[in-house]
């Protein structure tokens, strides 16, 4: 294996807060971010979606891209909005093996997990196919799910894996996503009656992978399923990708 020896000195030499992770600059504020990039980053707060937790203009129960869908998820909860310079902090985790990124989205998924999702019985994610664990080497939603399960001490449990491998998504819309996810997952062996289960993930784009994962664990008897992003895209953000 190809040692990463600008990983590791990260990783295991220096402190994460020296420098602020997103302007790289030195930062002696005690945090992972200096102040100025701090102000600039996009925290979903009140203005969200009380379903989706996607950002909306103003607070709303349920948000336009909800009513007709997500019908099988109970409740979702990003940390950010998918903007600068979020977006790139993700992209530099889910490609670039900037895994250490993992420690600072974790401390805020605690807070969520506290205030939303208090009553989880276990932790799960997203399978990732065979094809992208060998060109990337890791599944993002497992490293986020494992490192929050660690911290929190709920158990985390591998509910399905990916057994159809499914085309780039980014151009298709919710319905097409969904169409083309079907018979993508196969179940584990999992007893999911009247559990409530927390789906982790880097990003809720339209919410067809979460959905279908919800629909498979409430065939078999789920109670609640609830996700937790790190960020989600608004919809009108989602209506560019397409
Ligand atoms: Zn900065
Ligand atoms: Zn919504």
Same mark, same amino acid.
């Given at each position: 294996?190809?040692?990463?020896?600008?990983?590791?000195?990260?990783?295991?030499?220096?402190?994460?807060?020296?420098?602020?992770?997103?302007?790289?600059?030195?930062?002696?504020?005690?945090?992972?971010?200096?102040?100025?990039?701090?102000?600039?980053?996009?925290?979903?707060?009140?203005?969200?979606?009380?379903?989706?937790?996607?950002?909306?203009?103003?607070?709303?129960?349920?948000?336009?891209?909800?009513?007709?869908?997500?019908?099988?998820?109970?409740?979702?909860?990003?940390?950010? *909005?998918?903007?600068?310079?979020?977006?790139?902090?993700?992209?530099?985790?889910?490609? #670039?093996?900037?895994?250490?990124?993992?420690?600072?989205?974790?401390?805020?998924?605690?807070?969520?997990?506290?205030?939303?999702?208090?009553?989880?019985?276990?932790?799960?994610?997203?399978? *990732?196919?065979? !094809?992208?664990?060998?060109?990337?080497?890791?599944?993002?939603?497992?490293?986020?799910? #494992? *490192?929050?399960?660690?911290?929190?001490?709920?158990?985390?449990?591998?509910?399905?894996?990916?057994?159809?491998?499914?085309?780039?998504?980014?151009?298709?819309?919710?319905?097409?996503?969904?169409?083309?996810?079907?018979?993508?997952?196969?179940?584990?062996?999992?007893?999911?009656?009247? !559990?409530?289960?927390?789906?982790?993930?880097?990003?809720?784009?339209?919410?067809?992978?979460?959905?279908?994962?919800? !629909?498979?664990?409430?065939?078999?008897?789920?109670?609640?399923?609830?996700?937790?992003?790190?960020?989600?895209?608004?919809?009108?953000?989602?209506?560019?990708?397409?």
């Amino acid at each position: 294996m190809k040692i990463n020896f600008k990983k590791v000195l990260r990783d295991n030499l220096f402190n994460l807060k020296w420098r602020c992770n997103i302007c790289d600059e030195e930062n002696f504020n005690g945090d992972y971010f200096c102040d100025e990039c701090k102000n600039k980053l996009p925290i979903l707060k009140e203005n969200k979606c009380g379903h989706c937790g996607r950002l909306t203009a103003y607070s709303v129960d349920f948000c336009d891209s909800c009513i007709e869908k997500n019908v099988f998820i109970d409740n979702a909860r990003s940390i950010f *909005a998918y903007e600068e310079p979020i977006d790139n902090l993700i992209k530099a985790f889910k490609y #670039k093996e900037r895994l250490y990124l993992t420690d600072i989205f974790c401390d805020l998924f605690i807070e969520i997990y506290l205030t939303n999702f208090s009553d989880t019985d276990f932790i799960t994610y997203v399978p *990732a196919s065979e !094809k992208s664990l060998k060109e990337r080497g890791y599944n993002q939603s497992l490293v986020l799910a #494992k *490192a929050l399960s660690e911290r929190i001490g709920i158990s985390i449990v591998k509910t399905a894996i990916k057994t159809k491998e499914t085309p780039r998504q980014a151009t298709l819309n919710f319905n097409e996503r969904l169409e083309n996810l079907k018979g993508a997952f196969e179940l584990e062996k999992v007893d999911f009656k009247g !559990k409530n289960i927390l789906l982790v993930d880097d990003v809720l784009t339209t919410g067809s992978t979460v959905e279908t994962l919800a !629909k498979l664990f409430k065939k078999k008897g789920a109670n609640k399923v609830y996700v937790l992003t790190v960020a989600s895209v608004s919809k009108i953000k989602f209506k560019d990708l397409k």
